[in-house]
């Protein structure tokens, strides 16, 4: 589903006439209890109810374009989402006033703080900066729309608010998978809507380089795409190069600041990511002189395609160090906010103990740990950027060789790279795994592609973003907190939205509210939010709020496979089908380790006939030695068999059915057999046989009829 860049425009199709209405007396008229997400710092309710309806007035003050700018965004959204017509105007009188006046903190202006006054006669929101004032008007909006149609009671109410972080950030990773610029813009409104300020943009990987660098072009001509994995994707061959079509796309420097001023216009700070040193198969593809070419297996002859963790390196060559500067002058002019985030993740160090030209560079420095090398070339970069004005932020491994400077650490691996950091004086942002990773399911019953551990709502709720371990010094070290999208398995714009929503409401309390919880109070407020996303067109996950799993449907009926219980779970996914190549596909959740299933409690009484739809994904994974601990089990004839157990994963299977006709399509085949019949109920284990480990076979999902029946 393709979204429209401005909340506006994507509202279009939504019809507002039959929303309004004249509405009840204003005596007469009750307003229900205020439900606002991230929940204000203080609130009193006060005495009446105001009915804000069409034809109401917003007065900004005179020639504050900024003000006149939050007040017009209000009035589209309340046209769009609740059908009332909100007039703007400047320096008048109206219903709604915005005033500009600091609120205070221990003497100080606090930025970003708002306070809003509704009275039965009209709301008043006052606010010293842009963002307060924004947010304000987003409160405002909230208690407009607790209820859907026709003029809006809005209970009185003095809110005085302010966030709690100066991070309250959402990473999205458009190098797996390029979003356009229209959904990006759309999902920067939904963020601002959520009181949210940072978006960390992770625009380059090993699959990908996303940004165009006019002084080193090819980062884009050649880094921007690849052939996606699979048979299906190296069958669909580009008519006017005869090749496999190439997938991807980046984001021109015009197209950059486009998006980067639409955020600042809604007060987020857009962090650009590039990664360095490693994670850079993409750049090396496109410049190899960037790799380390003296080391065994180091050449990169096309941006790859498999997901994981590579061992290419950046080499550490003058040359390299001034090509990576440009490259970060070139950043620097596109994002004017205060950090630049440079990865230093997952930089597996081989190629660099195998490089005699690495080796005999540090040696010359005087190095001789290879994490201390790592800190060098990550010192090199800082000083370009502390030079410039900028600060460096890295993921937590940038604090394993020593770290110099005034770099901040995003701590992924768990909270304890925010303790280490904070405790050696570095400014630090929670983003820790696998809670605060959005590409986890969100219920046991939910099917969508990603990992396969479940992140619900609550738990994101009642992530702590100080650790404990911290003193109130090293805990002010804590800018804030931060969920990730990392896109593996988000195929689409509409996967993003999916596995996004309704958890960044949970983010938003967590990083804007006080330290305070109450998660029943939290869901109750959750509702009229999800309200809210259907009007503004947000595909949410509708089971995210599932606690329990729900029983896998009966016999006779489809059992798909996120509804069966898999024998192990070394490395649990819900992969995307390779195929078709346009149109929908299916998603297969597997133990990737070790591709099998258990149906639980058949009725065997009277045999059934099975159907089984299976598919392949490609094996598409850089697991380094863990590869060889992955359960193929070996063919019998050409290409394999789709085999049932009963009770038990060992012994001859009762059924086999050869794969050849599935084997010939890239897509989900319908496979059919027979099973004895057996007293009571049983456990089927199902797995496939193979001959090599790419690509995988998988199930999609499994009915099971009486013999006989229709």
């Avoid at 420095?365 to 900028?390: C, K, P, V």
């Amino acid at each position: 589903m393709s979204k429209l860049p401005a909340v506006l425009l994507t509202f279009l199709a939504l019809s507002v006439g039959a929303c309004a209405g004249p509405g009840r007396p204003a005596e007469r008229m009750s307003a229900p209890m205020a439900a606002i997400i991230p929940e204000p710092a203080r609130l009193e309710p006060g005495e009446g109810v105001f009915i804000l309806r069409t034809g109401a007035r917003l007065a900004v003050p005179a020639g504050d374009r900024q003000a006149k700018a939050a007040a017009e965004r209000f009035a589209d959204l309340m046209q769009c989402t609740r059908g009332l017509s909100v007039t703007v105007v400047e320096g008048g009188r109206g219903e709604i006033v915005l005033t500009r006046a600091a609120l205070t903190r221990g003497g100080t202006a606090a930025a970003e703080s708002y306070a809003l006054d509704v009275r039965s006669s009209g709301a008043t929101i006052s606010a010293g900066d842009d963002a307060g004032l924004q947010y304000g008007l987003i409160s405002l909006w909230q208690l407009a729309t607790q209820t859907e149609a026709g003029p809006a009671p809005i209970a009185a109410v003095h809110i005085q608010d302010a966030p709690r972080f100066v991070w309250r950030g959402v990473m999205l990773d458009s190098a797996r998978h390029y979003q356009s610029p229209a959904f990006i813009k759309g999902f920067l409104d939904w963020m601002a809507l959520h009181k949210l300020n940072v978006f960390h943009w992770h625009l380059t990987d090993d699959q990908a380089w996303r940004l165009e660098i006019r002084g080193h072009p090819k980062l884009t001509e050649v880094g921007a795409w690849r052939v996606p994995e699979g048979d299906a994707a190296r069958a669909d061959i580009d008519p006017a190069t005869g090749r496999a079509r190439l997938y991807g796309g980046f984001y021109s420097q015009d197209t950059v600041r486009e998006i980067v001023a639409y955020a600042a216009a809604r007060n987020i700070t857009v962090v650009p990511e590039i990664d360095v040193p490693g994670h850079a198969s993409a750049a090396v593809a496109a410049y190899p002189e960037l790799g380390v070419q003296d080391a065994p297996d180091s050449a990169v002859s096309a941006v790859p395609s498999d997901w994981g963790v590579y061992h290419t390196l950046f080499n550490t060559d003058e040359t390299t160090i001034v090509f990576l500067q440009e490259v970060l002058g070139e950043v620097i002019d596109l994002f004017p906010g205060q950090y630049v985030h440079l990865g230093g993740d997952e930089a597996v160090k081989d190629q660099w103990k195998a490089s005699p030209g690495v080796q005999a560079h540090m040696r010359a420095l005087g190095i001789t740990d290879e994490n201390a090398m790592q800190s060098w070339f990550m010192g090199r970069m800082e000083q370009y950027l502390n030079q410039h004005g900028r600060r460096l932020i890295g993921w937590d491994e940038i604090l394993e060789g020593g770290l110099q400077g005034d770099a901040a650490v995003m701590s992924w691996r768990g909270i304890a790279g925010a303790v280490e950091a904070a405790r050696l004086g570095h400014d630090t942002v929670l983003t820790a795994q696998p809670t605060l990773y959005l590409d986890n399911r969100q219920s046991p019953n939910d099917g969508a592609p990603g990992r396969g551990r479940v992140v619900s709502v609550q738990d994101i709720y009642d992530f702590d973003p100080v650790p404990a371990a911290l003193t109130p010094e090293e805990g002010a070290h804590v800018l804030g907190v931060q969920v990730n999208l990392f896109t593996e398995h988000m195929l689409s714009e509409d996967r993003v939205e999916y596995m996004a929503y309704p958890r960044i409401a949970a983010l938003s309390e967590l990083a804007w509210s006080p330290g305070t919880k109450n998660w029943d109070d939290f869901s109750r407020r959750l509702q009229p939010q999800l309200s809210r996303y259907r009007r503004l067109g947000i595909d949410y996950a509708a089971s995210a709020l599932d606690t329990a799993q729900m029983a896998p449907p009966p016999d006779g009926e489809r059992r798909y496979d996120h509804q069966m219980k898999l024998c192990t779970e070394g490395l649990v996914l819900t992969l995307i089908d390779d195929a078709p190549m346009q149109g929908e596909r299916a998603a297969f959740t597997m133990d990737i380790m070790n591709p099998c299933w258990t149906y639980q409690a058949a009725d065997l009484t009277q045999g059934v006939m099975l159907e089984a739809a299976v598919g392949q994904a490609p094996f598409n994974f850089q697991i380094g030695a863990d590869l060889a601990k992955v359960h193929v089990r070996p063919a019998a004839g050409p290409v394999g068999e789709f085999e049932v157990r009963i009770d038990g994963c060992e012994g001859d299977p009762v059924l086999s059915v050869p794969l050849t006709e599935a084997a010939s399509s890239h897509g989900v085949t319908v496979l059919e057999g027979r099973l004895p019949a057996l007293a009571g109920a049983h456990d089927l284990c199902l797995t496939f046989t193979q001959h090599g480990i790419d690509p995988m076979w998988a199930l999609d999902w499994v009915r099971l009829s009486p013999t006989g029946a229709n």
